[in-house]
């Protein structure tokens, strides 16, 4: 008779795997519909964000009241859902890394060049955050990434909606950008800029690449076809780029043993940047220079003003949210001319995080949303494949897009809101390990035992090994089950 194997091999037994297996083709679609509602409101409202904001603002400095009344709303609805003075407070609580990040944002306000308009951005970007941690935490990694999934669907929707049926918003209107390109006729849907349709797409193409057993396939495949076909739409040379990069790191995660992988993806993710920055580049004569006008489609320009100020503020930096559109303070004006004054966000999530909050403020955000994520990851040896590459490929989009687009930690871009879903998911849904205790008293029973033991109790103890051995897998598996029930 066979041994008792691990309690992932319970767990497949028993049917409580991660990826549950629902009998129904559509039964992933009525499971808790508290949690569904909230998530898909929450995720169409971050799509809807910049289109919001550009049409109730009223100004660049002032924010949108309706955006920021709509947020605050969510989050007094997720934590209804969640319910802690039921299910505990610790239902409510934050990874203990993004809680150094905002600790170092809030003392940034002590030295900011606009404490008003930092803090109300601050307080926004707490908000979304918060909100995405509790209902990731709440749901659990699989229904939220379903319900996302629901969320991402019925935004493209409303963009294919808009190209069709409005085109004059649907469609980039007839402009030139910085290298003189023109981008006319670029789709664009709800959304404010070819460029933020372009992430909104490739987030929704790679929901549907991985972990996706539990499906119809029709729907599975019927949402490639459609978000791919408006990525490519889009012409946005990112996250065409970068979608194509993060699939094939998520790939690797599913098909590449455990000891290769942890070495693997973290030298793809950087070698994957590096060259797709690289030819971007090329195409505007690196031979220029990284800082020309032309470079990365007329970033360059923009990224000059970010470092040459952050050399002169290291340590401190502007203050979280007050380095662009606060006013004549800006020290755009001071260390910037020409185009660069007139764009209200650097193109890279980097250098836009170093000039507001420093040296401090880069190195714990990248920490907190970006290589502690990653590091728990990789260096878990129970999460299943599927989950796995789901949450490698995204967080490899997500780490590639900052180099070029703006979004860690800015308040409700979707990028950096998928890149919190993500944070929460390694904090609080990867498998648990096997507990100290059970191994205490497993060492302790067969320290116990005595050297003098007859060659005739050899069977018995045969017998007791196999024994141990099925009481650790039970021992796994009520653990897990446990932590399945706090998440």
């Known amino acids: 008779m066979a041994e008792a194997g ?73 934590i209804a859902v969640a319910g802690p003075w039921h299910k505990g407070w610790r239902a409510l609580a934050v990874p203990w890394p993004l809680l150094l990040v905002f600790a170092w944002f809030a003392i940034s306000m002590l030295w900011s060049i606009a404490p008003g308009i930092g803090i109300r951005r601050l307080l926004l970007t707490a908000t979304v955050s918060w909100t995405c941690i509790i209902i990731g935490r709440g749901a659990g990694y699989q229904q939220t990434i379903d319900n996302l999934r629901l969320g ?79 990525l490519y739409k889009t012409n946005s040379k990112t996250s065409v780029g970068l979608a194509g990069i993060a699939a094939v790191l998520g ?51 923009i990224w000059a003003v970010l470092i040459y100020y952050a050399r002169d503020h290291l340590w401190t930096g502007t203050g979280f949210g007050s380095f662009w559109n606060v006013g004549g303070v800006s020290p755009v004006f001071e260390y910037g001319h020409g185009f660069a004054t007139t764009v209200s966000v650097g193109h890279d999530g980097y250098l836009d995080l170093l000039a507001a909050t420093g040296l401090p403020g880069l190195v714990l955000g990248v920490f907190a949303v970006m290589v502690w994520p990653m590091a728990r990851i990789l260096g878990s040896e129970k999460i299943s494949l599927s989950k796995g590459g789901m949450l490698c ?57 005595s050297s003098g033991e007859s060659s005739g109790k050899s069977r018995r103890k045969g017998s007791d090994g196999g024994s141990a051995k099925r009481r650790e897998a039970g021992q796994q598996l009520f653990d897990e089950i446990k932590a399945r029930k706090g998440r």
């Open 6 to 78: 691990t309690a992932q091999d319970l767990f497949d037994q028993l049917g409580l795997n991660e990826t549950r297996r629902i009998r129904t083709p559509i039964g992933w679609l009525v499971e808790n519909p508290a949690w569904r509602v909230v998530t898909v409101l929450f995720s169409v409202l971050v799509v809807l964000g910049p289109i919001i904001a550009l049409e109730t603002s009223e100004g660049a400095n002032e924010g949108s009241l309706l955006r920021q009344l709509g947020y605050i709303v969510m989050l007094i609805a997720a």
């Open 152 to 230: 991402m669907a019925f935004a493209m929707l409303l963009n294919y909606g808009a190209v069709v049926l409005f085109p004059e918003t649907g469609l980039q209107p007839h402009s030139e950008n910085w290298s003189g390109a023109t981008v006319f006729g670029s789709w664009r849907g709800v959304m404010t800029d070819k460029n933020l349709a372009g992430a909104q797409a490739a987030i929704c193409f790679l929901l549907f690449v991985f972990d996706t057993k539990h499906m119809p396939k029709v729907l599975r495949f019927g949402m490639l076809l459609i978000s791919g076909i408006f």
């Open 251 to 301: 790939l690797v995660y599913e098909r590449v043993n455990y000891r290769l992988r942890i070495y693997l993806i973290p030298l793809g993710i950087l070698t994957g940047v590096a060259v797709w920055m690289g030819l971007m580049a090329f195409r505007f004569r690196l031979l220029e220079g990284g800082l020309s006008p032309h470079a990365f489609t007329g970033r360059g320009q």
């Open 393 to 449: 490929g995204m967080l490899m989009f997500c780490i590639g897009h900052n180099f070029t687009e703006s979004s860690l930690l800015d308040r409700d871009a979707l990028t950096g809101v998928m890149a919190m879903f993500l944070a929460c998911f390694s904090a609080y849904s990867l498998p648990t390990k096997r507990s100290s205790r059970s191994s205490g008293r497993s060492s302790g029973r067969s320290s116990g035992r």
